[in-house]
DNA sequence: CTGTTAGCGCCTTCAA
DNA sequence: TTGAAGGCGCTAACAG
């Protein structure tokens, strides 16, 4: 209907015309920073909303000189990858940061990932399960901060924010031996991100319980193919509890188990991790090691803020602590040894 | 090292006077326009490469006046809608346009995300699973070209692509009647997206198959507990089939019915639809309907790039054709009606 | 083939 | 309180 609405979006300068007063006070009043009438302040409102005009983020951002941008990566696939970034959404709306995504898929490296998310100029880089090297990691990291959430190097350079995967998969074993279980198996996660960590911390509580020998690491991964392809070892091995990589194996696992008539918790308890969606559902109702995605989220977010214009070489390491919650994959042994 | 290293990203002008040129000629070289004389390509792309530039995505697009970017909004927490963006980012290597993500969840509305996509001035937006209303959808079509994935509205501004619902609901439920099933529930989805085309497929299915009289509507939704929760319903129904709205919850509906002890596809045969991991997964080799992302995507981003300039008052409605897709859950009624 | 010039839309001094 | 002017980094039309 109005003349002028082939496409173009409304301009400070349409904005301006309108409410008959000079760009600058628009930008004043819109800006909301004093220095403009009441009168002026109420007109420029209205021809703002009349033309519905928002300030064009490419030509803000470019003045300041400045983005106030960070960049997320994150995999499409992964649950839990949403979950946190869905958590840093939360946790940025309070922030005066904007978060910009870059998804990583089999079709869409990390590296273009990344640069597409420079090419915006973002002040920070979050990478969620980030798979590049050390190197690469550095030598982005020499042009913006980067935190590396769901993932660890060793590097002056580069900010670590994680759960204490070590710490979890402690808690979920330590559950399983108190329960009375003695043949524990662990079904690990292979190379992924945390995978070692969990193997680690598997194998503490099992020496930790006096259980060396009975240590059994079982290839696994993330999916549920992978979980589902443990059962038959697991079964082999006659383990009575399975400490599993995360809740999607775990979940493809017990499926195997149920359709083989090994119950769950009846016969062999599992334990998951991550506490996703799956977990929760009464489906599966898992017992499983939660991270807590919003504290992860925050102190992300608080590391890079921080972060603004001081030189890097002081990387910290956040570790935050894993929680077990305890639902109906596991249970005491059923052939308890006594 | 450099002595300018400390975090301001070169621009075009650093590359300019390190490569002794004019900014225009950099800028010529890089579009990779002709002309420049050979020597100076050369110095330019060297200088460009020591100086690791990369153009200011902002300052190129505003100084274009155009930013040849579409916007995309998808659930985070839903799988299908991470499988179109995959598909979307696969095909628009191709097109000459970019994409822009902006996550729709519990946190962040929709009107949100949408707005965050046109402050970036995208000239297209691709809106998955939408759930705004005709008149929200409408007000933004007036601003920029829109198109619809996995959801259908009836205006004449509006581009839809989307999979034929009500066709891909009869495949699975004549399947179910080819196999000699008659008592067929369908756990449906309540409001979601698409789950009415599904209910009128089942329906008109039926009915074809004339069964009117089994006709039974067992409520649901779309993730694992609706149909953990479907599953007493189902059994109180005496159905020997379910067609289920999505696989995640026939998943859910699966499990219960298992620890029920009434098996699957034993007792009670099971269809889902989207062929989502889970589905595909050995942990339920789920029979259901397919759609196919990468034609979606395909057409979906083919008409916003129709679209340039072009006034949209013919919106065009672009219908996929779902799959069968047979796996196991599904077989012959074990207490045949004859 | 090369360099100059004028925007793109906004923000931010600095005077008036 | 307001207006004019300059700049962000880049592209594009225009002269040299």
Redesign the pocket.
């Known amino acids: 209907m109005d003349q002028a609405s082939d496409k173009?979006?409304?301009?400070?300068?349409d904005v301006a015309a309108r409410a008959g007063?000079?760009?600058?006070?628009?930008?004043?009043v819109?800006?909301r920073?004093?220095?403009?009438?009441d009168?002026?302040r109420a007109k420029v409102f209205q021809a703002a909303k009349d033309l519905s005009?928002?300030?064009?983020q490419r030509?803000?951002l470019?003045?300041?000189?400045r983005s106030t941008t960070f960049g997320v990566t994150f995999g499409l696939r992964d649950e839990t990858h949403g979950e946190l970034v869905e958590a840093l959404y939360r946790s940025s709306a309070l922030a005066d940061y904007e978060l910009m995504l870059s998804p990583v898929a089999p079709t869409r490296h990390e590296t273009n990932a990344t640069q597409s998310l420079l090419d915006y100029r973002c002040e920070g880089l979050i990478l969620i399960g980030s798979s590049l090297s050390k190197r690469e990691l550095e030598t982005l990291a020499d042009r913006v901060p980067v935190v590396l959430i769901t993932r660890t190097v060793r590097s002056n350079k580069i900010d670590v924010v994680r759960t204490d995967d070590i710490a979890g998969a402690r808690l979920a074993v330590d559950h399983l031996v108190q329960l009375g279980h003695r043949n524990i198996a662990h079904v690990h996660g292979g190379r992924v991100a945390g995978a070692a960590d969990r193997r680690t911390g598997y194998r503490q509580a099992m020496r930790h319980a006096g259980l060396d020998a009975h240590i059994t690491m079982i290839e696994g991964g993330r999916t549920e193919d992978d979980g589902w392809h443990a059962a038959q070892p697991v079964i082999a091995a006659g383990s009575t509890a399975v400490f599993a990589y995360n809740d999607q194996s775990a979940a493809g696992l017990i499926e195997h188990l149920r359709k083989e008539a090994v119950t769950v918790p009846g016969r062999v308890s599992v334990v998951g991790y991550d506490n996703s969606r799956l977990a929760r559902s009464p489906a599966f109702s898992m017992t499983t090691v939660a991270q807590d995605s919003d504290s992860l989220a925050q102190r992300a977010l608080e590391l890079l803020t921080s972060r603004r214009g001081t030189p890097h070489t002081d990387a910290k390491q956040v570790v935050a602590r894993p929680q077990l919650i305890t639902r109906n994959t596991t249970t005491t042994p059923k052939t308890s040894v006594r």
Chains 1, 2 share one sequence.
Do not use: C, E, F, Q
Not at 21 to 28: G, M
Not at 53 to 56: A, E, I, L, N
């Open positions: 173009r979006a409304a301009t400070i300068n007063v000079s760009r600058a006070l628009v930008s004043i819109l800006r920073v004093p220095g403009a009438s009168a002026n005009y928002r300030p064009d030509a803000r470019l003045g300041r000189n």
